[in-house]
């Protein structure tokens, strides 16, 4: 059974920063894109980050410079580092992994964690 579990989410001000880790588990994905979504309320899933299993990395334009995604292959975790955090970044989280990036910023995907909870304050 394949899993992917988020963690490290929680509340925190603005400017401060957060690392999310999402661990997957149940299958290989080597060759797997992995990738970070979001969701505020009353708003639509949004692609925020994915990263190639050979490490190449795209972003959202709003998070360009703030946020880092990283991988670790041997562990099949991925990580999203999220610095200068503002009230607009509030969301559930979700870790997601599918074989093609272009599949995931249609916003779509193979796997989906449960989601996070991030709450930024002003």
């Known amino acids: 059974q394949v899993q992917l579990v988020e963690s490290g989410g929680g509340l925190v001000q603005a400017g401060g920063s957060l690392r999310l880790s999402c661990a997957a588990s149940?299958?290989?994905?080597?060759?797997?894109?992995m990738g970070w979504f979001r969701q505020a309320p009353g708003k639509e899933r949004e692609f925020v980050a994915a990263?190639?299993?050979?490490?190449?990395?795209y972003y959202t334009d709003s998070v360009k410079g703030r946020f880092t995604i990283s991988r670790d292959n041997a562990k099949d975790t991925v990580y999203l580092q999220m610095n200068s955090l503002k009230p607009e970044d509030t969301a559930v989280y979700y870790c997601?992994?599918?074989?093609?990036?272009?599949?995931?910023?249609?916003?779509?995907?193979?796997?989906w964690g449960q989601g996070t909870q991030v709450t930024v304050s002003s």
């Open positions: 990263i190639l299993w050979i490490g190449l990395t």
């Open positions: 149940g299958r290989t994905f080597r060759g797997y894109v």
């Open positions: 997601a992994a599918d074989v093609s990036v272009s599949t995931m910023r249609n916003v779509r995907s193979e796997y």
